[in-house]
């Protein structure tokens, strides 16, 4: 079933990112305590430039409060690994995660509340059996927003992800199935 937009939750909008949202989501992702755990440019021209195709603009939602944009979401559709004869029931079944959150929106369980929404999203209106996220292990308010809405760590892979000041981290593995969902 399609999605009819915005999605609303108890407090918060989201939508589809429209190029109008690009300076509000630059004023916390430029932010060096947000970027830390970020990739991407740190040049205002290229990332408006990469944010303005069209298709970084349909994996791309922001979360409104009061009006206000407080952050961003991001769900990219892929197919799962399967053996060359199953390769259409893999076809779009698992949603890659994702988030950023600007600082002055935090201690509210908006950023629960808005991830939680993005599952349910996924699951329901997309119809994907699977939710994965990754993030650095050291990034610990992602992984603990990833318990908190049921997400089980999966994979702890020791050293194999480089941070560009930091050097080689370690990165968890977040999933949740369908039929797990509370």
Same mark, same amino acid.
């Given at each position: %079933?399609?999605?009819?937009?915005?999605? =609303? =939750?108890?407090?918060?909008?989201?939508?589809?990112?429209?190029?109008?949202?690009?300076?509000?989501?630059?004023?916390? +992702?430029? +932010?060096?305590?947000?970027?830390?755990?970020?990739?991407?440019?740190?040049?205002?021209? #290229?990332?408006?430039?990469?944010?303005?195709?069209?298709? $970084?603009?349909? =994996?791309?939602?922001?979360?409104? @409060?009061?009006?206000?944009? !407080?952050?961003?979401?991001?769900?990219?559709?892929?197919?799962?690994?399967?053996?060359?004869? *199953? !390769?259409?029931?893999? +076809? *779009?079944?698992?949603?890659?995660?994702?988030?950023? %959150?600007?600082?002055?929106?935090?201690?509210?369980?908006?950023? =629960?509340?808005?991830?939680? #929404?993005?599952?349910?999203?996924?699951? $329901?209106? !997309?119809?994907?059996?699977?939710?994965?996220? #990754?993030?650095?292990? $050291?990034?610990?308010?992602?992984?603990?927003?990833?318990?908190?809405?049921? %997400? +089980?760590?999966?994979? @702890?892979?020791?050293?194999?992800? %480089?941070?560009?000041?930091?050097?080689?981290? $370690?990165?968890? !593995?977040?999933?949740?199935?369908?039929?797990?969902?509370?």
């Amino acid at each position: %079933m399609p999605a009819t937009w915005p999605l =609303t =939750t108890e407090r918060l909008a989201l939508r589809p990112v429209e190029p109008d949202d690009f300076d509000a989501i630059w004023s916390y +992702r430029s +932010r060096p305590d947000v970027r830390r755990w970020l990739g991407g440019s740190l040049d205002r021209d #290229e990332v408006r430039q990469r944010f303005l195709e069209p298709e $970084d603009r349909r =994996t791309l939602l922001v979360v409104l @409060h009061d009006g206000d944009v !407080v952050g961003d979401l991001m769900l990219i559709v892929q197919d799962a690994w399967s053996q060359r004869e *199953a !390769v259409e029931q893999a +076809r *779009a079944s698992v949603g890659l995660l994702g988030w950023a %959150m600007h600082p002055d929106a935090g201690g509210r369980g908006l950023a =629960t509340e808005a991830v939680r #929404e993005l599952v349910r999203h996924a699951f $329901d209106d !997309v119809g994907v059996r699977r939710v994965v996220a #990754e993030c650095f292990a $050291d990034n610990e308010p992602s992984w603990r927003l990833m318990e908190r809405i049921g %997400m +089980r760590r999966e994979a @702890h892979h020791v050293l194999d992800s %480089m941070h560009r000041d930091l050097g080689w981290q $370690d990165e968890y !593995v977040y999933a949740l199935l369908a039929e797990e969902r509370r």
